[in-house]
């Protein structure tokens, strides 16, 4: 696929997780969950090895999609069809997010209350949960989308499905030490975006340590990332519920303006030689 279709994609599945209502959102992605919760429950009765059920469910769509795409790999009408098989393969892994967000949720509850104690501790989970959903809902796949193509995000889509249910717990294990190798690339990319987004030096000397010693999770990597590129917050005092709404605003901004930052380089690739 050509650079120019996958900006192209890449804005129309964008716009699609923004734009499109919550229940049009559900109907995209819930067959696709479906499937992999048939296949996990098949795979749970027959009391098949995790690793093996993982790999049924996250390799097994993927070979008759790549024979698809390869199929429609010509051009004209046969292009077409492929940009239409890939919007169909991409629409679900984009539009399947956590509603209401991070930032919803957490204003609501916060303004809700008429007192709030360990305000800075409320605010660095609520921080730490908006960067990692972030990463692992949009960010990961859009990596694996640029790089490696649709079905590289639908692969990292089925690993996020099985990690995430409780059908079965043995699949769900072997599926997030998966998902934290696939998260690993993207949020290094993630952290480098949030560097020429926000403080630059902060994040960059972060960076460098990074690589040297070892961090417990991509959690708490990337939260560290997102909290040292808005370096300013962290001198504002909390004194108000509105004061943490305002902070963990900014760290959404940061990455809407990462997100617009990775169009831009996209659109950049494609329209100059």
Not at 45 to 57: D, N, Y
Not at 203 to 223: G, K, P
Request: with cysteine.
């Amino acid at each position: 696929m050509s650079v120019l279709l996958v900006v192209v994609l890449m804005l129309l599945v964008l716009a699609g997780r923004e734009l499109v209502t919550p229940a049009i959102k559900r109907m995209v992605s819930q067959p696709m969950r479906l499937g992999v919760d048939a296949l996990l429950r098949i795979g749970e009765a027959s009391r098949q090895p995790g690793v093996l059920v993982l790999a049924l469910v996250s390799i097994g769509p993927i070979l008759p999609v790549l024979l698809l795409l390869h199929a429609f790999s010509g051009g004209g009408v046969e292009a077409f069809w492929s940009f239409l098989l890939t919007l169909a393969i991409t629409l679900p892994v984009f539009m399947d997010r956590r509603l209401p967000s991070v930032l919803e949720n957490s204003r609501k509850q916060w303004l809700d209350s008429v007192t709030l104690d360990n305000m800075k501790e409320r605010l660095a989970q609520s921080r730490s949960e908006l960067l990692i959903t972030t990463l692992q809902e949009l960010f990961s796949p859009l990596f694996w989308l640029i790089f490696l193509g649709p079905a590289a995000s639908l692969f990292y889509y089925l690993v996020r499905c099985c990690d995430e249910q409780i059908i079965a717990p043995e699949t769900g294990k072997f599926a997030r030490k998966l998902r934290f190798w696939l998260d690993w690339l993207p949020s290094r990319a993630l952290a480098i975006s949030f560097a020429l987004a926000g403080d630059f030096l902060s994040v960059w000397q972060y960076l460098q340590l990074s690589l040297t010693e070892r961090r417990s999770s991509i959690a708490s990597f990337i939260a560290e990332a997102g909290q040292l590129a808005e370096h300013s917050l962290m001198n504002q005092s909390l004194e108000t519920p509105i004061d943490m709404v305002r902070q963990l605003a900014h760290i959404d901004s940061l990455c809407q303006r990462v997100l617009g930052l990775w169009v831009v380089v996209m659109v950049l690739h494609a329209v100059l030689p």
